[in-house]
């Protein structure tokens, strides 16, 4: 199980240093990441410029639609919701 773990948040830093950004919907629902947050303190101090700020939730859907099927509820308000989202500075 440890491999497993280690590989999905391998995952997450990978698509981090390729530039992309990354918010916990997304790490969860692309790479089964629960704990995005504890990774990005992890990482932080590792030496890591870790960035992070506010984005619709509509943003995290529209990329993880491009990857996979994500319809949250139509009542939902994805956007006034808001999510924490992370990048590397570079």
């Not at 629960?34 to 101090?45: D, H, I, Q, V, Y």
């Not at 529209?62 to 590397?88: G, S």
Request: no cysteine; charged share 20%; glycine share 6%.
């Amino acid at each position: 199980m440890a491999l497993i773990k280690h590989g999905m948040t391998q995952a997450v830093r990978e698509h981090l240093a390729a530039g992309q950004p990354i918010t916990r919907l997304e790490a969860l629902v692309l790479y089964g990441v629960s704990n995005l947050t504890g990774l990005m303190s992890e990482m932080r101090r590792q030496g890591w410029m870790i960035e992070s700020r506010w984005v619709p939730y509509a943003t995290a859907v529209r990329r993880i639609n491009e990857y996979a099927v994500l319809q949250p509820p139509a009542n939902l308000p994805v956007r006034e919701m808001q999510l924490t989202e992370y990048w590397v500075k570079t």
